[in-house]
Structures are given as C-alpha cells and as structure tokens.
C-alpha cells in the first residue's frame, strides 16, 4: 500500500514538473487574437487571391517537386524565381549538387538603411515530400514570402531583410548535409554574417475551429488551446527572447489567433523545418506554423492539394508577419548576445 502510494506521489511530482516546464515553455506576452474571423479589404482581397494562384501553380500544375521529381522542382525554381524578378528583385542562386542533380536555394534582399549588416532571413523551403502535391508544405510558405516579399518591398527597413527560398528540405536530406537550409546557414556563418532572427515559414494556412481539432505531444496538451484557429511560432530554448518578440508582436499586428511556444530543440516537432539549419550555426531561429502534423489530416499525403487551405486566414497571417519583420528591423533593442558570430 505505502509503496504503492509512492509511486502514485512520484507521478504525480512528475507530472507537476513536466506541466510546471511546459507552463514556462509556453508562456508568451501579450493576447492571442479573440475576435472574429479576418475578413479582407478590398486591397487585401487581391494578396488573398494572388497566394491561391501560387499554391495552384506549385501544387496543382507543377506538383511534386523535388530531387526525385527533378523537372517539377526545376518549375518551382523557375516560378519563384519569375515571380521576385516581377516584383524588382535580383536574384542569386546558392547551386549545389545532391545526387548528381544540381539544385539551388534562392536568395534576394531588401537592404538595410542604417543597420544593413544586421539581418533577418525569413525562409520557406520550395520542395516536396515523396509524391505529393505539397500544397500545405509547402506550397502556402513559398506563396506566402513572395506576398510578404511584394509588401515589404515598399517599406523604408533599418536591418537587412534576406528572402530566401530553401530546397531539400524534405527527407531524404531533411537535417542532413544536401539539406538547403543547413548549405545556406553554414554559407552566412563561414562569412561572419550577422544573423539576428531567422523565420522559417512552414506548413501554414490549416485551420479548424471544432473543438479536439488541434493536437499535441505531451504535456503540452494541457497548456494550448483544442482548437485548430492559430498561428503557432516555435523556437529552441536558445531562440526563447526572439520567440517572444515575434509573438508579441504578431499579437500587436495580426487578425488571427496566435500561440508560441521555446522548448528544447529534441521535442518531437520543434526542429522540424528549416530555422533548425540556424540553430547548428548558433543563430536563433523561429518557425511559423499552424503545427503540420498535429491539425492537418493531409499532411505528407497526397491529400495535401490547393483546395484544403484557407486563403483567408492565411492573408491574415501574410499581413501579420509584415508587421513582425518590420518591427524586427526596426526595434532597437534587438537581444544582443542573439547572432553574434562565433569566434
Ligand atoms: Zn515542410
């Protein structure tokens, strides 16, 4: 009896803990979004409209898109890198070799005025998983950076804005050296380049509002909401200041509910996209996501076409993170320790 009783206390005391840390992990400043459902201005209507036509491009003409599906992720390249030209942009190829194909991550920039060695990347990486048609990952990131690209084009930015497409995200180089992210970020550490935030856009645009909608790895169930409606920023305990600034901020700027959470990088989940590159370099990273997997029943299935997105919702979350990128390359008082390279 007593050592039953024991073991009763000692899951209870351990279970306190893990909810006491997730408590910590998960708390953020400001208040999540309660109202309504964002409905588009006239002007915003046309950002609504032009993020469905790239998803139909990239998952419905192009569809797969990735080394095994080599003149689908050719298209993709030749797409994005079409639409930036449109908008202004020059842009610059980072061409590598994975399995004797050449493929290439792509870059352009916004610079600075004043703190034009400071920068800020936002990253959505370009390719599929396996055969599918990648309309939710990550089709809606890539829409949604060329849209964020168009908005902030016309905006006067302090810090150096670096927009960047990312390849090979997907298994079988996901967190391996062909890896585009992990190229990239070793590129801009062997330069000492001054990364400030990184901002991984992946898997975004899913949204359910019927309760048990919205799962999670424990403890963390019992911290967030069941409720699929938000945007999620997830960081490493490392990235925990730029995790809070930018869901603070989102909170300031965005019509859509938000939730953030800064947790040891080995959490199932928490280093699943390209801001995890970053992390290797020692630069802090965030990723912005409706949680891939733990709402979206389509994920990494061939399910994951245009039609299951909400464009609306996910305008809402366009216009929100031009707001978060501009406030990180205005504010001041940036963490310092955040991004200085290593010796
Ligand atoms: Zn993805």
């Not at 090979?168 to 380049?193: H, T």
Request: charged content about 20%; hydrophobic content about 40%.
């Amino acid at each position: 009896m007593a050592r039953g009783l024991r073991a009763v206390t000692a899951l209870l005391v351990a279970g306190g803990i893990a909810l006491a840390a997730a408590g910590c992990a998960t708390r953020m400043p400001g208040r999540s979004y309660a109202g309504p459902i964002f409905q588009p201005a006239p002007a915003e209507v046309a950002i609504q409209e032009r993020l469905r036509r790239h998803v139909r491009a990239l998952a419905g003409d192009i569809g797969p898109r990735n080394v095994q599906h080599p003149q689908a992720l050719e298209a993709a390249a030749r797409y994005i890198q079409a639409r930036l030209e449109e908008l202004g942009f020059k842009v610059t190829p980072q061409e590598f070799v994975t399995d004797g194909r050449q493929v290439r991550n792509l870059a352009t920039e916004i610079r600075g005025t004043t703190r034009p060695d400071e920068i800020i990347v936002v990253g959505a990486h370009y390719d599929t998983p396996e055969d599918t048609p990648g309309a939710a990952d990550n089709a809606r990131g890539v829409a949604a950076l060329l849209e964020i690209a168009d908005l902030l084009h016309r905006r006067r930015l302090a810090r150096t804005v670096r927009i960047v497409f990312f390849v090979n995200e997907e298994p079988p180089y996901f967190q391996r050296r062909p890896m585009g992210s992990r190229v990239y970020a070793k590129l801009l550490r062997s330069r000492g380049e001054n990364v400030v935030a990184m901002l991984s856009l992946e898997t975004m645009g899913y949204f359910a509002d019927a309760k048990r909608t919205q799962h999670y790895p424990p403890p963390f169930n019992f911290c967030y909401p069941s409720v699929g409606n938000f945007m999620g920023f997830v960081g490493n305990r490392a990235s925990r200041a730029l995790v809070e600034r930018v869901v603070a901020s989102f909170r300031q700027h965005a019509v859509l509910p938000s939730e953030g959470l800064a947790a040891p990088g080995w959490i199932p989940g928490v280093g699943w996209s390209d801001h995890w590159a970053f992390w290797k370099e020692g630069y802090p990273g965030v990723m912005v996501t409706d949680t891939a997997p733990f709402r979206n029943p389509n994920y990494h299935k061939l399910t994951d076409t245009p039609e299951t997105l909400d464009y609306r919702r996910l305008t809402a979350a366009v216009l929100g993170l031009c707001g978060v990128i501009t406030d990180l390359a205005w504010r001041p008082d940036l963490p310092r320790s955040v991004g200085v390279p290593r010796p």
